[in-house]
């Protein structure tokens, strides 16, 4: 299957800090990927979708001045999250849609950990 | 909102089928039934999905009733590192729809 790649897989910073997150579709081109934020025992919860060529639709209640989301190429979204504080701390994971829709593949998560 | 049903939890020998119930009484004409796991701290593995006719791949099956309105998992011969988190999901198949998750149901599969 398709491959979606993150980086960095795991990350901590001090408060304050901004961290930034990729994610990368290896080997097929996604004009849309979506970012979600997983905290401990829940489930995945989308916060928004990522448009190449285009602003990012967030979900409500996503501070999208706080979660900086930028698709610079049919490959690459990133996530940043701008000054970070603990309760950010969180698994954050991205997805792509393969070309038809029939799939979405996910990247192996990224672990932030804010101190 | 999650527009699926599934049980918080199940449990299933090692070596035996796991039959993973979802149900998805709104779900609209043009929705498929996706199937994703989510192994600890891992992103979430593509399964299975489905419009109304059973699939079948190397992974699992897919039986989905005559209505639509709910559908199961089949994994044939479960093996322990088949514990996971399991979600049904219903969506439209259109480029650019989002995958709304659901509390999954945790599968343990013990020896």
Known sequence: ?115 | DAKTTQPPSMDCAEGRAANLPCNHSTISGNEYVYWYRQIHSQGPQYIIHGLKNNETNEMASLIITEDRKSSTLILPHATLRDTAVYYCIVRAMEYGNKLVFGAGTILRVKS
Request: aromatic content about 10%; some cysteine.
């Open chain 1, 1 to 115: 299957g398709a491959v979606v790649s993150q980086h960095p897989s795991r990350v901590i910073c001090k408060s304050g800090t901004s961290v930034k997150i990729e994610c990368r579709s290896l080997d097929f081109q996604a004009t849309t990927m979506f970012w979600y934020r997983q905290f401990p025992k829940q489930s995945l919860m989308l916060m928004a979708t990522s448009n190449e060529g285009s602003k990012a639709t967030y979900e409500q209640g996503v501070e999208k001045d706080k979660f900086l989301i930028n698709h610079a190429s049919l490959t690459l979204s990133t996530l940043t999250v701008t000054s970070a504080h603990p309760e950010d701390s969180s698994f954050y994971i991205c997805s792509a849609p393969t070309t038809g829709g029939n799939e979405q593949f996910f990247g192996p998560g990224t672990r932030l950990t804010v101190l």
